[in-house]
């Protein structure tokens, strides 16, 4: 698998860029914040208002890593001097970028899509700081293959999950990983919403200092 593409913008004479007095993470997900709280940082969450559509001719790395940028840039008008992070991820099947299903009966057509295929989750990942210029955007992608199973199996997750907010219809920190066969990838985190071994060089670049 190819590794993380990443765009980047720095300030002008290389120099360092201080640490912030408030890093935001531009999300109302519940996963991104629980994996950024691994990074023992104080931060703020803050909902970005954005369209989602894709655009035409975008490829999955480029949707997410937009949607990531255009989260942050959103939140970042109003907080510039903050360290702010977006993401966003999408499911690549077949060729067609499958997004959350929003409802039992197209969580249950994305599942049985997948089976016994794999899926390629792409997840968007930016920090951005307007104040001082500094900006990087990731995309580090991730496999997973999955399992053949019954339709009666997969009616059978989806009501004890109910992973419907999901992209790809699962949850992989949770009852999800029953329904793969392997998982192949540089950072497990990424397929959960936000990929943490990619945020913290992000992160220190920008001047935060995780340990």
């Known amino acids: 698998m190819p590794g993380p593409a990443m765009s980047v913008i720095t300030p002008q004479s290389g120099a360092t860029i201080p640490v912030q007095d408030k890093i935001i993470l531009a999300s109302s ?43 942050a840039a959103q939140v970042a008008q109003k907080y510039p001097q903050a360290v702010v992070i977006g993401a966003d991820q999408c499911a690549l ?6 997004g959350k299903p929003g409802s039992h009966d197209k ?30 955007v990731a995309d580090v992608p991730f496999e997973v293959e999955f399992r053949n199973l019954s339709e009666q199996q997969l009616e059978h997750y ?20 029953c329904l793969f066969s392997s998982l192949r990838g540089e950072d497990p985190n990424a397929l959960i919403g936000l990929p943490l071994l990619k945020l913290t060089t992000m992160l220190e670049s920008a001047g935060i200092e995780i340990i």
Request: some cysteine; aromatic content about 8%.
């Open 93 to 98: 099947l077949d060729g067609e970028i499958l």
């Open 29 to 71: 997900s519940p996963y991104r914040r629980q994996l950024l709280e691994r990074l023992q940082l104080d931060y703020e969450c803050h909902s970005p208002d954005i369209d989602e559509s894709q655009l035409g001719g975008e490829s999955a790395p480029e949707y997410v890593c937009r949607l990531a940028k255009a989260k």
């Open 158 to 177: 989806l009501r004890v999950e109910q992973p419907y907010d999901c992209a790809g219809s699962f949850k992989a920190e949770g009852y999800g990983v």
């Open 107 to 136: 969580a249950l057509q994305q599942l049985s899509r997948a089976q016994g295929k794999t899926v390629v989750f792409h997840t968007g990942v930016c920090v951005l700081n307007l104040a001082r210029g500094f900006c990087q």
